[in-house]
């Protein structure tokens, strides 16, 4: 594996993440790091990319959401995917750039390579090491340079760092419609979360300016859970309303239920919660029209 990737292991360097030819994750951890021999961790992907389509019929979500999710995507707003290791974050991220129309450009960031965006007018960056010869290059620097890169929309694969704060002010900076994940429990934590890599791009900015960016930049956060028994299920779909004094106002419009006393622990109902989200008219300036009594 590592003589196919040019890579070796060393007692200095006793670890490495490559990727095989069929896109493949592979981490080797050796020893002094392990104890007994080499840990060879191997993580496969499927054959193809699921479809929104795909995941209504897996029960990931049901077809009102998934119509919902579309118009969003068209309408060109701004989404947040959160979820723990795992859940299918980067399966639906994959989904949801399959319906951004065909005329516009989209840069996709990523530190590995998981997106497998079909888009014909699409360019995918990827992250470097640092090799003994070249410093590395990070997510951060590389979307400050799809900004040069005249993109209409910006997709971060998952953002880990300082990036996740340049990622804010692309969305708000004309690149409605951009899209990123990141791992966190809850909405309410994702905010939390993404409160804290801002602060490490070291930008000096108050928290409540922090905040003020984010509720500009974000319209949707989407939450994704993991079941005991395995299935993934869209637990929450809600809006980013405002915010009131130093809080992030949100409001849920579609949400799963949990079956009470039902021997399946994932068994439930996909519900809309009644309310109407407040960006209804910038997607028919957009060309995308919902009916209030969609919600009802």
């Known amino acids: 594996i590592l003589d196919a990737t040019g890579r070796v292991l060393t007692p200095d360097s006793a670890y ?88 516009e450009r989209v840069v996709a960031i990523e530190e590995i390579p998981e997106l497998r965006i079909s888009h014909a007018n699409s360019v995918c960056l990827q992250t470097k090491p640092q090799t003994p010869g070249s410093p590395p290059i990070h997510a951060r620097e590389l979307v400050a340079n799809s900004l040069r890169m005249r993109p209409d929309r910006i997709i971060v694969g998952e953002c880990r760092r300082a990036e996740a704060f340049d990622m804010l002010q692309a969305m708000n900076t004309g690149h409605q419609g951009s899209m990123t994940s990141l791992h966190a429990n809850s909405p309410r934590d994702g905010l939390h979360r993404l409160e804290t890599l801002c602060l490490l791009a070291g930008s000096d900015l108050p928290l409540l300016a922090v905040r003020k960016q984010m509720v500009s930049a974000l319209d949707l956060i989407v939450q994704i859970r993991r079941f005991k028994a395995g299935s993934r299920r869209v637990v929450s779909v809600m809006e980013v309303t405002g ?51 969609f919600f009802s």
Not at 248 to 254: A, K, R
Not at 266 to 277: H, K, N, Q
Request: net charge positive; proline share 6%; aromatic share 6%.
């Open 243 to 293: 915010i009131e004094g130093d809080t992030v106002t949100l409001q849920d419009i579609f949400q799963f239920k949990i079956s009470a006393g039902s021997l399946q622990p994932d068994a439930g109902e996909f519900i809309c919660t009644g309310l109407v989200p407040t960006f209804l008219d910038r997607l028919r300036e957009q060309g995308v029209q919902i009916p209030a009594s």
């Open 16 to 103: 490495a993440d490559v990727m095989l030819p069929d896109g493949s994750r592979v981490n080797i951890v050796a020893p002094p790091l392990t104890r007994i021999g080499p840990c060879i961790t191997i993580r496969k992907f499927p054959a193809r990319s699921y479809t929104l389509d795909d995941l209504v019929r897996l029960g990931m979500l049901d077809s009102r959401m998934g119509q919902f999710l579309k118009a969003c995507v068209i309408g060109r707003l701004n989404i947040l995917i959160c979820g723990g290791t795992g859940t299918g974050k980067t399966t639906f991220l994959n989904a949801l750039c399959g319906m951004i129309p065909k005329a």
